[in-house]
């Protein structure tokens, strides 16, 4: 942690006061079990909280009933918005779709299932006071986690960290403030396959950790099994590195050396009269081996060549079907990369 933060330009930091308005963005993928633990906590943290408050709850295509639960929520409190989505489009995009909408001087990102605590938001802010500009959680313990899950976590963070960035924290998730300028970099940012914790590192800005203890979920099941988690990995590692594609390279080095040492015992044999004809085993190993790494190595490159395509589509990232609470749909709700560009060329 310590040479990580060694490597980090050095910033001067500014304090500055509280930021006077705060979004809160809660991404909601059938969460109706939760809705009401959830109000209860945000109206405590919004009477404690001395900012103008705004709730950007989005509901990623939930096929229970929460879009009842947040409705009936936000005609009691015009400081709820609701962006409701067409479909659901996985928790990366939703959240994108809260940033997008939220107008505050700072953001908060939390999870809906309140494992993340609104009170650290509270420490989160002396830190943005302070001068930081993206100040993120970072999970002292786990509780209520099993075992494998908590292995697969560690490994998932120090792999991301190898493949993505050295300076992606580690143990934090996407419960994160988030400054105005920071914010609006990361909006810029419009690639289809999105790993939201490296984009945001990748920004840069002061950045600093928040210890907390992590909470159970208080209601419903997790929508992050394993296969989702390891879906998450992959994105986040062929969208921000191009190391695997050295592991093609690597692999083809490994069996060019023992196609040489293959190649040079064949010649020696010839030449020295030893006895050849029992080469069948040598054959099929080396001939398997290659085989196996130019799939590997296809298959790779694939995976590069896939994202390109759809990223090449430059399809809008989400489409909402109806807000509440709302003054009108911004227009980066339906940006695209070329409009970000257009939009960047304007502005200068
Ligand atoms: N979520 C979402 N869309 C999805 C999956 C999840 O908006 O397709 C939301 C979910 O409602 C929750 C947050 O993302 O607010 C994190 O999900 P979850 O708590 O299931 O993940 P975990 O905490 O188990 O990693
Ligand atoms: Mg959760």
Aim: glycine share 8%; charged share 20%; with cysteine.
């Amino acid at each position: 942690m310590a040479e990580a933060q060694a490597r980090d330009t050095y910033h001067i930091l500014q304090p500055r006061p509280s930021p006077a308005s705060l979004s809160l963005v809660i991404p909601m993928y059938n969460e109706e079990a939760i809705v009401h633990f959830l109000r209860a906590e945000v109206e405590k943290f919004m009477r404690e909280v001395p900012a103008d408050m705004e709730v950007i709850l989005v509901n990623d295509g939930s096929s229970d009933r929460t879009i009842d639960g947040i409705v009936a929520w936000a005609a009691e409190d015009r400081r709820i918005k609701i962006v409701h989505l067409s479909r659901n489009f996985g928790h990366q995009i939703a959240l994108t779709a809260g940033l997008d909408y939220a107008t505050g001087d700072a953001v908060a990102v939390i999870d809906a299932d309140l494992q993340d605590p609104l009170p650290v938001i509270h420490q989160m802010i002396e830190r943005y006071r302070e001068g930081y500009d993206v100040v993120y959680g970072q999970r002292a313990a786990r509780q209520g986690e099993s075992v494998a899950f908590k292995v697969s976590a560690w490994v998932f963070y120090r792999v991301m960290r190898f493949l993505i960035y050295k300076r992606l924290p580690l143990d934090t998730g996407d419960f994160r403030l988030i400054s105005r300028e920071c914010l609006d970099g990361l909006k810029s940012m419009r690639e289809t396959h999105r790993f939201l914790r490296g984009m945001v590192a990748w920004v840069g800005y002061p950045q600093v950790a928040v210890k907390y203890q992590r909470a159970s979920r208080v209601a419903g099941e997790t929508k992050y099994p394993l296969r989702k988690l390891l879906g998450l990995a992959w994105t986040a590692a062929t969208s921000f590195s191009t190391v695997p594609l050295q592991i093609s390279i690597v692999l083809g080095l490994i069996t060019g050396l023992l196609g040489i040492e293959e190649g040079t015992r064949a010649i020696l044999a010839s030449l020295l009269g030893w006895y050849i004809v029992p080469g069948w085993t040598s054959l099929m190993v080396v001939t398997s081996i290659i085989g196996s790494a130019l799939l590997i190595s296809v298959g790779i490159l694939g995976q590069y060549v896939g994202k390109i395509y759809e990223q090449s589509k430059d399809r809008p990232l989400y489409f909402v079907s109806r807000t509440f609470n709302v003054a009108g749909p911004p227009i980066s709700a339906i940006m695209t990369r070329s409009d970000a560009m257009a939009e960047i060329h304007e502005q200068s």
